[in-house]
Each structure stands twice: as C-alpha cells, then as structure tokens.
C-alpha cells in the first residue's frame, strides 16, 4: 500500500513556472513508477507524465513535451513536476499517481495506476 500527497499547486500568471511535488509513504518506493494525471474543470482526467521505478525512462503527454519535467528522488520518496511556461490550459487539478514496477505505455492511463492522491490544484492566470 502507497500513500500518496501532493504539494505545490497554486497559481501563478500564464508563462510562469510552478513545481509539484509529491510524497509518497513505505520504504518500497523505488520498486514504483510514478506518474502525474490532471483534470480541468468540465473535462476528463488525462495523462501528464510519468516517470518508471528506475527513473531511466519518462513519458510525457504531447501537450506538455518540452515544458514539464517529470523526475524522482528515490532516497526522499518523493516525486517532482517541474512546470514551466506555463498556459491557461494547464489549469486543473494535478493528481500523483503509482503502480508497482510499471513500465511502458500502461503507466500513461488511468487504468494502469493503482494508487492516486488527493491532488492538488494549479490555477494559470491569463
């Protein structure tokens, strides 16, 4: 069992950066991968980015390629997510997510994480 919780949101003016940050409770943490969701208001929840147990492989969903940075710290448990330029569009509430061992195209669907934060909420000002 994995406990997971989110740090960082906030808002912040369109351009901008913000930094993530997720916790995550055991001492197995290196044997997950780990993985960001958002949803935005009145839309479905959808892929961020991801990042396998061993840290040697990220996933990114296209919208946020070359903007966000997905990284991990495995001797902390911890997680990051590092914005920047950041658009209105990003705004949403940003989810932490793990599975054990992922790898892979799996890690970039809901369905292919077994446990999630609460989230945290990132407001982009236009």
């Known amino acids: 069992q994995v406990q997971l919780v989110e740090s960082g949101g906030g808002l912040v003016q369109a351009g901008g950066s913000l930094r993530l940050s997720c916790a995550a409770s055991g001492r197995t943490f290196s044997t997950y991968a780990m993985g960001w969701f958002r949803q935005a208001p009145g839309k479905e929840r959808e892929f961020v980015a991801a990042?396998?147990?061993?840290?040697?492989?990220?996933y990114y969903a296209d919208s946020v390629k070359g903007r966000f940075t997905i990284s991990r710290d495995n001797a902390k448990n911890t997680v990051l997510l590092q914005m920047s330029s950041l658009k209105s569009e990003d705004t949403a509430v940003y989810y932490c997510?793990?599975?054990?061992w992922g790898s892979g195209s799996s890690l970039m669907k809901e369905g292919g994480m077994d446990y999630w934060g609460k989230g945290t909420l990132v407001t982009v000002s236009s």
């Open positions: 990042i396998n147990w061993s840290g040697g492989s990220t």
């Open positions: 997510t793990a599975t054990k």
